[in-house]
């Protein structure tokens, strides 16, 4: 079970409504480079992409995609070799099994009944086998359709750290955010926590000397050298 952030945010700050934008505009100035790290030039290789990102990072799924997408380049690629050549093929990514199942199920959807071309809805999308919600999520934002907002590990944390939600469950955290962050933003909006996770708000340590939201952070560990609003 992940750990909970929740309690760290004490301190107090102005209510999320009044700092939610600050908040997107400061990190957006801080990581103008906040994309998804995941390599893909057609919605195809990002659907793969993103259904081998589970349980492994985006550098390890890069490295097996680059030759893979050489040689699987439709959806019927997949279905032409055996399972077993597949699961050699993106071995390094783990989970290789399970994974090579839920693509050529996938495969034989997108073939079936939506003309080989990735669907944009996330109805649509979670009809495929193997794609979860997350999943969903990411591939309708880089198609530029967000219809959610994607939650992964640095994005539950910081938005707890931040003082944007008080769940735990992944399926309300999005819930949340989906009412507070304006619609146009569900797209960059979880790129700029991930980055920023990644770079400042570490989740053993931190660097809130350095963070750019440290005055509008309930969690963060710098004195605020002017009171802060009260909520
Ligand atoms: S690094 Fe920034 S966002 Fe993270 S706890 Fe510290 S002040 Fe808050």
Not at 16 to 45: C, G, M, N, Q, Y
Request: aromatic content about 6%; glycine content about 4%; proline content about 7%.
């Amino acid at each position: 079970m992940a750990r909970s952030y929740v309690h760290e945010a004490r301190r107090r700050v102005a209510p999320k409504r009044e700092r939610i934008r600050p908040i997107i505009e400061r990190l957006a100035a801080e990581h103008p480079d906040a994309t998804i790290a995941l390599r893909f030039v057609s919605p195809l290789e990002l659907l793969v992409s993103v259904m081998l990102s589970a349980q492994t990072m985006d550098v390890n799924v890069n490295r097996v995609t680059e030759r893979l997408f050489v040689k699987y380049r439709r959806p019927e690629d997949y279905l032409a070799v055996p399972q077993e050549e597949l699961e050699r093929d993106i071995f390094a990514t783990g989970f290789f099994r399970q994974k090579a199942k839920s693509l050529r199920g996938t495969m034989r959807m997108l073939i079936d009944d939506f003309g080989g071309e990735v669907p944009r809805t996330m109805e649509e999308l979670l009809r495929l086998p193997g794609v979860a919600r997350k999943t969903a999520n990411v591939v309708a934002a880089e198609l530029g359709q967000p219809q959610g907002i994607v939650v992964d590990t640095h994005v539950r944390r910081l938005s707890q750290r931040l003082g944007l939600t008080r769940q735990e469950d992944p399926v309300k955290i999005e819930r949340d955010l989906m009412r507070l962050v304006p619609r146009p933003d569900w797209g960059r909006f979880p790129h700029l926590l991930i980055w920023h996770g990644r770079r400042v708000c570490d989740a053993r340590r931190p660097a809130c000397e350095r963070c750019v939201l440290n005055d509008l952070c309930p969690s963060s560990r710098v004195e605020a050298s002017v009171p802060v609003d009260v909520l």
